[in-house]
């Protein structure tokens, strides 16, 4: 048919207009997504729909979903065919919610569609509601074959519910139209039945994922997850499954992305797209609890953590931190995703007339009913309440898990709970834990009460709140929120106990008091709320909240009550009036604040009840308004226009006037704001100023004439929110609307375009989805304005009920806006620049005032006079006004003026400029500004109003609210605000970190303007690469600082001390001698005198303590900078107030008095500092960083400040006064409690003294200079004090990588020289405390790995050397993958301990015992474990895999790679190990020690498996696991425990430690002195650190071994004929070796005493003269230093050997062996002549110090 034609039979068959259901379209609909790139910024817009190409389009999909619906609903029972409406579809599923039912029958998307069939059992039986299901199936299959749409039954399925347990389930047959079959074909659809116990208990199946593939089919269908619309589920209503998918699938997306961006702002733009994606998807339908949300946010943490090169001990809080408070600005996903919830939530549950809030209220009451019943069962709800009677009736189904762990045959337990799903229920739960409490206005005191107990509860402590003491402990995540929060929620037992309580009450009082008088006031009501007998009598909460508290939070919440609504009754609004004499005359008028009144006060102010709703108590202040406010002309009386008598005007007068020039009535809005917060609005009824001399509209230029002004403070606080000038000036409206009559016309004259915008919204509402209004619209300014001003609106009369006079006011008003938007006025102003448009213009023409054309008022005219065409062509400015500046809403034009046009005394502000659109409006305009600055005067002589309103009128029913205020501005900007709070607060508790945070509001530098990946970020945020940092991010360096200091030490200390040559310094920042004085110890810094001198390499030493040459001449050089800058504004302050240069004049200028004063009270005021923990303000009662020079002489005379600041102090005095240097000492300086003019170092500029210094540029364009040069000069200053830092940083890196290369060398230097124990002295090498020598070249040698796989390989010999480490690691890529390998290797076993896997199963793995097998196969035959059954590619399982079957003893096609690690066991190995796998535990009961690994156990003792001994020996099943069948031979195992008794007695980890003892052990005499490394004492396992010392028999003959073993090793490697003349000297060297040591090695002692002094080189300890070693303090009280195992064995030195002749040796031997002695003399030669070169190039580079 077409398409028309089509369209036409849908009306008729009664379908709806829209195709798609609304819950699932709306969510996306009109949706935008902001996309930001380095390159561009795109606004995507998601539409609603499904193209599928021209074969299937949009059009047809929308038709064929209509088509679905109309077609669901009609009845199957009646043969017509008769169709059903759509409010009342039959057999749909009820929803229960506020007394209203709706059936849902059917959902459809596009060609996807849902029928809903519910009976009552009570009416039909099983046999019917087979019935009409079959019959709605027929129904199906007839639109099937009728429009020729094919469908696939084997996709359709039934899910049934609340079947009994013992009832059978029919096939249900179904006919569709098969495209493949070219006609109908007949199919079985497929059924889920959820089935009901006897006892009506839901039964529901918790099945581990091991045992789901062997389930019965009904349990796997039921535990199906099926994916509808982007949203996981079964058929238990159980989305767990689904929602770790969604978790997994987002782990590994964030992990893709941080490996292919490049920079830190790519990578956050595609996280923080993919976050929102996910996070905002569905957050009701897809429920993530806050643990859910903070395992995401950690790994987010954890890419930029190393992204961002951050130590595990860094603050990370910065990463969710926004941008505008300093952080990196990345999504957290609990805030996108708890505030897509709050978002969704308020949209859907707000919109009175959709089914999804119908739904969500529905959940909402059903979750209530469940929690109530909860109460009942525990007793909790008093018997003397009346609903106590009706809640004993609520019944609630049960529901009965049947969990099974071990099989099939019986469930491991069975557990009934009442914990149904519910959507409301657990949206509530995950918001309140942050303390966003979900409420009901429909009872709002009770919400009232309710929060005022939250707020007075110390445990619930919500995010950002300032009593939270544990922060110095939290992460950068926001955590699983507070728990304490859900009893106070709105499904919490204090709610509901409390509205069961006051609904009671109310009911009491309303029998008891009969007069309606009595009861409005509420007075009865309010005494029994207020008396501590009421509760006393009710008990309801016993032991938890006593009656005095309840009374006294009653009182309290009773008093906010009342004072909310007095506030937003406009209490204390005050009103002037002119007089009839100046409404006549030609003066200016000035009402004065005393000449206003208060016209609402105590006395007339509304008074709230507290049994009615949040909408009736606004329904009934707005009537109180209306009667107050409103201006009520008397038909009868006759305006008095006589001056004579000069009393204020009257409401008739003041409307006479104000409608006498024939147009609506003009009012005039402005709003006022000042720093402290306070707002006011003035509201003005102007009129035009006509003289009875006047022919046109002369009007238009004079000044208007103020009618009636009344303006109103605002509180400071609105809801949750701040009150702002927008609000002041929507809130204008508000009382306009209640001061002009309904039937007269309103011009509102405005200069706020976001109220103007909200009214033309408020009135547009139909232009705008229920989304858009909640979110955009209402939320944009507040939205109980907003609901205010929308109730205002949808009161206005309908244009049929005006009268013909407001229809011709309205009317000129439209056509006079238009001729001023095309800028056409009248001839008769005065000012030299308006428009003349001609002499005069007679009465018919169609600009004239006089002569008024209903008609032509909104037709003819609009087209000629707006054209733009005929507009003026000027810029847009401030006087400027055009067709885009006002808006016709009906009765009310709102008219938008550009404000400030004028001055104070209403003439132009610029000269030479024309008021637009003409000096009338401009004027009015000025009139409410001057009002509303007057308005702060009125207020504070009326006295202070409230400054905060918790709960403000009108707001809506379904609302959040946050530590006891409405959320009116929308709780997700709330919860983003208080998160980044919260975050923000963690981070000042961080001593150093959080330096940055804590002078977050004394800094003058924004945190956009320190860059994001910067240096001068870095420095701020003490991040910056200093000593002590590198020793953290690198952990080699602190083994190579400790080797130089004890190489520098003199011969006698190493002598006395042998047991601190090597200690295990994995712990060394516990040891506080250690970590202070030799590791962190400034490397930089000259000699000092005593140990308590030596300072830290810390960054702020560095930047400003440390005397390095380099460092004081960079110092001095930003210094001179600065005091240079500093001087220029000084001589440009100088010269333009006393016209003398700064050098000449004898006194300072205004702008040095002002800013040194400042920079002094900048340091004694109040800052937030880091003190035993915890965050105080404290203020300093003393200057002690800024001081003069009389002070600071003072200081160094008592001691207190190095002497040489004062020479500091002579050479930048400005500086010096201003703070910029400060005087504090280095042991005075601390971090934690510094000011920001302490910290000018790390680039703080205090942002006082550069508003001071903008106040005084703004000062000279007040007195028209010319201010750029002094904003160049303020430019000069904040570069100079900024790049201070900069380049100190930049000397410091240069200094650190000179000191790190020179610690390298020195270490491969050592290594080398171990091998001959050279005699020579150590190489005086020392950093120039004067001058910098050239750096030596750099290393090209690579860092070489010392991790044991690498180790084990060299030593093996099958490496000459151990492989290059990975960038920026400590091992080789090789390594790296081992140790993977080995992790994938421990999870297979675990799982093989835990594997039950059937005999069939594993039978073929021991087929391979005799036979190898290819890798491929092998692991085919293991894919029964979780690891081996990845479709992905993971080459580390391989290597396990490898290892595996060796463990098995399994032999592999291709074993090769492995064997050096693994070797493969021999075959008696494998035939023992498998012998021994049938053994049981024999262990008597006292000693056995069982272990459980799933369904078995091991015994600890004899590592055997233990056997079930309570089941039968007759039994077939196996006695280790009680699953499978015992193999082969009765009482004998199955195969899975023999592989779990072979993994638990040979284990990999056994075999690899093996390996290293053998390896790898200290006790082998072979040293591998050329390959050693700070790094392998961290890398050796457990059993090698734990190797007992042994004798010196063990240790020659342990040593002889090892000389064998690499012997034999070495001459293994190659052939006879290569090796032949190699070997046989390697023969004669042996024997040599063997017969000089064959006696114990020299003692420690022995070679110390013999050996010659060295000089100290250590570069890390104080330099001193080279004769004073003997004064070098010693360590040897050290008593935290561990002693060593025995002393090191030294390495062989070749070199030094007496070359002793064999009787057996040839001639031709003996002088092969002269020649080889003359080549040794050469050799030592020139290693001598290289050490002397080297040790002349590298002199006093270095400064030696003392030893600690």
């Not at 080459?1435 to 098995?1448: C, M, P, Q, W």
Request: proline share 5%; aromatic share 8%.
């Amino acid at each position: 048919l077409h398409l028309e034609l089509q369209l036409v039979l849908l009306k008729l068959a009664g379908a709806g207009s829209q195709g798609f259901t609304e819950w699932q379209s709306a969510n996306m609909c009109n949706r935008t997504n902001k996309l930001v790139t380095d390159i561009f910024i795109a606004l995507l817009k998601y539409k609603c729909g499904l193209p599928q190409g021209s074969g299937f389009s949009v059009e047809i999909a929308n038709l064929y979903a209509m088509f679905l619906l109309m077609w669901w609903n009609m009845d199957p029972i009646d043969q017509h065919g008769t169709i059903a409406p759509f409010d009342t579809p039959r057999h749909g599923f009820p929803l229960l919610a506020g007394g209203l039912t709706k059936s849902i029958a059917s959902l459809a998307y596009v060609d996807d569609a849902k029928r809903y069939i519910a009976l009552l059992k009570s009416q039909h039986s099983l046999t019917d509601f087979y019935r009409i299901i079959q019959g709605y199936c027929d129904l199906l299959a007839d639109l099937s074959l009728g429009i020729k749409m094919g469908r696939n039954v084997r996709k359709c399925t039934i899910y049934l519910y609340n079947i009994p347990e013992d009832a059978i389930v029919p096939e249900f047959m179904s006919i569709a139209w098969s495209f493949e079959a070219g006609g109908p074909v007949k199919g079985s659809i497929a059924v889920v039945s959820m089935r009901r116990d006897a006892n009506d208990n839901l039964i529901c199946y918790n099945v581990p994922a091991t045992l789901r593939n062997s389930a019965p089919q009904h349990i796997k269908d039921i535990l199906h997850p099926r994916k509808y619309l982007g949203v996981y589920n079964n058929a238990q209503l159980d989305n767990s499954e689904g929602k770790e998918k969604i978790i997994k699938k987002l782990s590994q997306r964030i992990g893709l992305v941080s490996s292919k961006t490049q920079t830190i702002q790519e990578t956050k733009i595609a996280h923080n797209m993919l976050v929102c994606q996910v996070a905002t998807y569905s957050p009701l339908c897809i429920y993530m609890s806050l643990a859910d949300c903070s395992r995401i946010d950690k790994q987010l943490l954890s890419a930029y953590q190393y992204r961002l090169k951050y130590m595990p001990n860094d603050s990370k809080h910065n990463i969710f931190l926004s941008e505008k408070m300093g952080g990196i600005g990345v999504r957290c996903f609990t805030r996108e995703y708890v505030g897509a919830l709050i978002r969704d939530l308020k949209v859907y549950i707000s919109n009175s007339d959709s089914l999804p809030t119908h739904a969500l209220i529905c959940s909402f009451e059903e979750a209530t009913k469940k929690h109530l019943w909860y109460l009942v069962q525990e007793s909790k709800i008093p018997q003397d309440i009346k609903a106590a009677s009706q809640c004993d009736q609520i019944s609630i189904s049960g529901k009965k898990t049947l969990s099974y762990i071990v099989d099939w045959e019986e469930p491991s337990y069975a557990a009934i709970s009442h914990d149904h799903t519910h959507i409301m229920e657990k949206a509530i739960e995950t918001t309140c834990k942050l303390g966003f409490m979900f409420r009901d206005l429909n009872l709002e005191f009770c919400s009232r009460f309710v929060d005022e107990l939250l707020v007075q509860d110390k445990n619930a402590k919500a995010i950002g709140s300032p009593s939270i003491t544990t922060r110095a402990k939290l992460g950068a995540y926001i955590g699983e929120g507070n728990k304490n929060f859900f009893q106070y929620s709105a499904l919490g037992h204090v709610y509901l106990l409390l509205k069961l309580f006051i609904d009671n009450l109310i009911s009491k009082t309303r029998l008891e008091n009969e007069s309606p008088e009595v009861d409005r006031t509420n007075t009865a009501l309010i005494r029994q709320l207020s008396q501590r007998d009421t509760y006393e009598k009710a008990k309801l909460f016993p032991g938890e909240i006593s009656p005095s508290k309840l009374a006294a939070t009653a009182r309290t919440a009773i008093d906010k009550f009342h004072t909310d609504y007095k506030v937003c009754s406009f209490y204390n609004i005050s009103e002037w009036r002119s007089y009839r004499d100046a409404a006549h005359s030609r003066f200016i008028q000035c009402p004065r604040p005393s000449d206003y009144k208060t016209i609402i006060d105590d006395s007339n102010v509304y008074i709230p009840q507290i049994d009615a709703s949040m909408l009736q108590n606004s329904e009934n202040l707005s009537s109180h308004l209306t009667s107050v406010l409103r201006l009520k002309p008397a038909i009868e009386e006759t305006p008095i226009m006589s001056p004579l008598d000069n009393s204020p005007l009257s409401d008739n007068e003041i409307i006479a006037l104000a409608t006498r020039h024939e147009l609506p009535i003009f009012v005039s809005i402005d709003g006022s704001l000042t720093r402290d917060g306070d707002a006011t609005v003035s509201v003005n009824l102007v009129a035009p100023d006509i003289q009875p001399l006047d022919t046109d509209a002369e009007w238009q230029h004079r000044i208007a004439k103020i009618l009636l002004s009344r303006t109103w403070r605002l509180p400071r606080q609105w809801g949750t929110g701040k009150t702002c000038i927008n609000m002041a000036e929507s809130i204008g409206f508000i009382i306009g609307e209640y001061t002009i009559p309904p039937d007269l016309p309103v011009i509102y004259i405005t200069d706020s375009n976001n109220a103007r915008t909200l009214q033309r919204n408020v009135k547009n509402s139909n232009n705008f989805t229920h989304r858009q209004m909640i979110r955009h619209v209402k939320q944009g300014i507040d939205q109980a304005i907003a609901n205010h001003l929308e109730f205002l609106t949808s009161n206005w009369l309908p244009e049929d009920q005006l009268s013909p006079r407001t229809k011709q006011l309205y009317a000129n008003g439209e056509e006079v806006c238009k001729i001023w938007a095309a800028n056409k006025l009248l001839p008769f102003s005065n000012d030299s620049h308006s428009i003349d448009y001609g002499s005069s213009i007679d009465d018919s023409s169609e600009l004239s005032y006089r002569s008024w054309n209903t008609d032509d008022a909104s037709s003819e005219t609009s087209e000629a006079i707006c054209d733009p065409s005929q507009r003026l062509s000027k810029a847009q400015t401030r006087y400027s006004f055009d067709r885009d500046m006002y808006d016709l809403l009906g009765r009310t034009i709102v008219i938008k003026v550009f404000s400030h046009q004028l001055d104070e005394n209403y003439s132009v502000r610029t000269p030479g400029a024309s008021p637009k659109p003409n000096l009338f409006i401009a004027s009015a305009n000025q009139i409410a500004d001057n009002a509303a600055t007057l308005a702060h005067l009125i207020a504070s002589s009326l006295g202070n109003n409230s400054a905060k309103v918790y709960y403000p009128a009108f707001s809506s029913r379904w609302t959040f609210t946050f530590e006891g205020c409405i959320t009116n501005k929308g709780a997700t900007k709330v919860l983003e605000a208080k998160m980044d709070e919260e975050l923000f607060l963690r981070k000042q508790h961080r001593e150093k970190q959080g330096l940055f945070h804590r002078l977050f509001y004394f800094n003058g530098l924004r945190a956009d303007l320190i860059g994001d990946e910067s240096l001068l970020r870095n420095i701020m945020k003490q991040t910056a690469a200093c000593w002590t940092r590198c020793l953290y991010r690198y952990p080699p360096l602190v083994q190579q600082v400790y080797n130089q200091w004890w190489a520098d030490q003199t011969d006698d200390f190493r002598r006395n001390n042998p047991q601190k040559e090597r200690l295990d310094l994995k712990n060394w920042k516990k040891d506080k001698i250690i970590r202070e004085y030799i590791i962190k110890r400034c490397p930089f810094c000259p000699a000092v005198k005593a140990m308590t001198d030596i300072r830290s390499g810390d960054l702020e030493h560095l930047h400003l303590y440390c005397r390095n040459a380099s460092l004081i001449k960079a110092r001095a050089f930003c210094h001179d900078k600065l005091e240079q800058a500093i001087y220029n504004i000084y001589n440009y302050a100088s010269i333009r107030e006393k016209n003398l240069s700064f050098a000449k004049n004898p006194r300072t200028s205004t702008l040095q008095e002002q800013l040194e004063q400042i920079a002094r009270d900048l340091e004694k005021q109040e800052h937030l500092i880091f003190k035993q923990g915890q965050l105080v303000t404290e203020a300093r009662t003393t200057n002690k960083a800024i001081l003069h020079r009389h002070a600071l002489q003072t200081a160094i005379a008592n001691q207190q400040v190095p002497a040489d600041k004062l020479l500091e102090y002579d050479q930048y005095p400005l500086c010096f006064r201003l703070g910029f240097i400060h005087a504090l000492p280095e042991q005075e300086f601390d971090i934690g409690s510094a000011r920001i003019t302490d910290v000018g170092y790390a680039g703080f500029f205090p942002k006082a003294i550069l508003t001071e210094m903008h106040r005084y540029a703004r000062e000279i364009k007040k007195a028209n200079d010319d201010d750029t040069e002094f904003i160049t000069l303020i430019e000069n200053l904040s570069t100079a004090f900024i790049y201070r830092s900069v380049a100190v940083q930049k000397v410091i890196h240069i200094l650190l990588a000179d000191a790190k290369d020179y610690l390298n060398k020195l270490q491969q230097e050592r290594e080398r020289n171990s091998i001959t124990q050279s005699s020579s002295a150590s190489t005086n090498i020392k950093i120039s405390s004067a001058t910098r020598s050239p750096p030596l070249a750099p290393s090209t040698t690579p860092k070489l790995c010392f991790a044991t796989k690498c180790r084990l390989l060299v030593a093996k010999g099958l490496r000459r050397t151990p492989m290059p480490c990975a960038n920026n690691r400590n091992m080789c890529s090789g390594c790296l993958s081992e140790t993977l390998r080995h992790r994938k290797l421990e999870r297979l076993e675990s799982e093989i301990l835990e594997d039950t896997a059937s005999n069939e199963t594993l039978e073929p793995l021991l087929r391979h015992l005799k036979t190898p097998i290819s890798l491929k196969e092998f692991r085919m035959l293991m894919k029964h474990l979780p690891t081996m059954n990845t479709p992905k590619r993971d080459d580390h399982i391989y290597g396990a895999a490898r290892y595996l079957a060796n463990s098995f003893g399994i032999t592999l096609l291709d074993t090769d790679a492995n064997d050096s690690i693994d070797p493969p066991l021999l075959p008696p190995k494998i035939n023992e190990m498998w012998r021994q796998a049938n053994f049981h535990c024999r262990c008597a009961p006292l000693h056995q020690r069982p272990f459980n690994y799933g369904s078995r156990a091991f015994c600890e003792s004899c590592s055997y498996l233990v056997f079930y001994d309570t089941m039968s020996h007759e039994n077939n099943t196996c006695r280790g696991c009680s699953v499978n069948n015992y193999w082969q031979q009765a009482n004998t195992p199955c195969i899975a425990c023999q592989l779990a008794t072979i993994v638990y007695r040979n284990p990999f980890q056994k075999r690899f430690h093996q390996q290293i003892e053998y390896w790898l052990s200290v006790d082998d005499s072979s040293d591998d002195s050329d390959y050693s490394s700070p790094t392998s004492q961290h890398t050796c396992t457990q059993e090698t650190l734990n190797t007992k010392s042994s004798s010196s028999q063990d240790l020659l003959r342990l040593r002889n071994l090892s000389i064998e073993r690499s012997y034999q090793e070495i001459r293994g490697r190659g052939s006879a004929d290569q090796t032949k003349f190699v070997f046989e000297n390697l023969s004669v060297l042996q024997n040599d070796i063997i017969s000089n040591c064959s006696f114990p090695k020299r003692t420690f002692h022995s070679h110390a005493s013999s050996s010659i002094p060295s000089e100290p080189t250590d570069n890390l300890l104080s330099p001193q003269k080279r004769n004073s070693l003997t004064t070098k303090p010693s360590i040897d009280n050290l008593d935290t230093v561990h002693q060593p195992l025995r002393p090191a064995l030294h390495p062989i030195d070749i070199n030094s050997m007496t070359s002793r002749t064999s009787t057996t040796t040839s001639n031709k031997d003996l002088s092969s062996e002269q020649i080889s002695s003359t080549r040794r003399k050469k050799q030592e030669r020139n290693r001598r002549i290289k050490e002397n070169k080297l040790q002349h190039d590298t002199r006093d580079r270095f400064t030696p110090r003392c030893p600690a």
